[in-house]
């Protein structure tokens, strides 16, 4: 009996994904060339998993029924296209191919273009949920042949996270739709990972918070609107025992305060600028990666200034500020991702369905917060909405938190507490909500300069001053 759906590297998402695939009574097949995660992965075979491995390409094609279902769970980069050349020889018309990485679009848009002229139909379909969602119920983003995906929708459906039963899975459009759905979220995944970070600063500095107490208040914090996981795990970080009992402080106060990024966060930044949509939440938080990373810079930086003394606010009151700064700011965060995706939909040609993207985010994946569920409602009710502020669900919202933002940003410029996340978010409120902008002036300077025209208010057509 051949096998319904193959998997290519056996690594932790990959172990983990074709174990929730066997465990949802599909047979599975795996491939790598490390012989150890072959035999582990064999290991796993018994009477109610059918679940095989071998390290030769030729034995897990032939393993695999047709339409070959095969997914590839590798790191993006070259190591996709060598698979896909590895794999081809022992394809058939047909056969599906399924890259589950965080492979950058326009790679993939050229794998499909290339796989097409071969009858070989690919999908481009981001994994979010890291190890633990892989195995029990990731958020799976597909993009690529419509006509394919009835191949494998079922599987997805089954091993995908459910939200109230429904799967956290949908063909979301052609080409690369699915990659780029999945590189807007690890931007907005970027915006709010600073936010929560910069909030723990403040409470930290401007009220004393001890980690006990950020515990308490996060985990208070998830038990409301702001319930995410994100919210949720870092209430769990801040009272991690220190595994190498190194020290009397918990782990997270031994951890070096040095950002990395694999770059789907800076993608999002690059490709929004690309398409003229501004993301200054999540373009700020690349940046605090990178001024993290300069650690030495800073350290020797940090002896040349003073800064002033905190204030301090009494420590109720700063959560309940922070609880409505952060409610503020993460609907912001996700306002600018949804923003770029509508543009990438037109620009792009990938029809999506901003209300379908909300929906399998709801559960699974690294952004799944409670407000997915008002966001999926707000663009059900207008597929067409410009932006997530001027939904009617949505106002409210934000009116009833933008002030503790205001306040809270001011607190922390005159304090010298970063709050970049913030005050990015708030300064894109403020400008997006805005009849009028100074820019007048620049269009004034351009023409002044260069003679680069402008328009009236007062008057249609394209005009030049001879500038005194
Ligand atoms: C997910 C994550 C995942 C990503 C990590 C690391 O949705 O499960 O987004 O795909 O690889 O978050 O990203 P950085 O190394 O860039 O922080």
New binding site residues.
Partial sequence: DKYDFGLIGLGVMGRNFILNVADNGFSAFGHDLDQEKVDALKDEGDKEHKIDASTSIKTFAKALKQPRKIMLLVPAGKIVDSVIQSLLPHLDRGDIIIDGG?SFFTDTDRREEELQKRAIHFFGA?????AK?ARLG?SIMPGGSKSAYSHIKPIFEAVAAKYEGEPCVAYLGPKSAGNYV?MV??GI??GLMQLTSEIYDLLKKAGDFSNQELHDTYSQWNEGRLQSFLVEITSKIFVQKDDLNLSELGLLDQIKDK???????KWTSQNAMDLGIPVPSIDIAVNMREISALLSERTAADKLYDRPETEKIDKTKLAELAEEALYFSFIVTYAQGLHVLAEASKEYGYQLDISVIAKIWRAG???RAGLLADITEAFEKDGDLPNLLVSPNFVEKVKGSVNSARELVAFGAKNAIPLPGLSNSLIYFDAYTSTRLPLNLIQAQRDYFGSHTYERLDKEGVFHTEWD
Wanted: include cysteine; charged fraction near 15%.
């Fill in positions: 965080n981001g994994v979010s949920g890291g969602g990731p999945k979220h690890n995944e970027y950002a990395k990024q694999k770059g789907t966060g994946c690294i952004i």
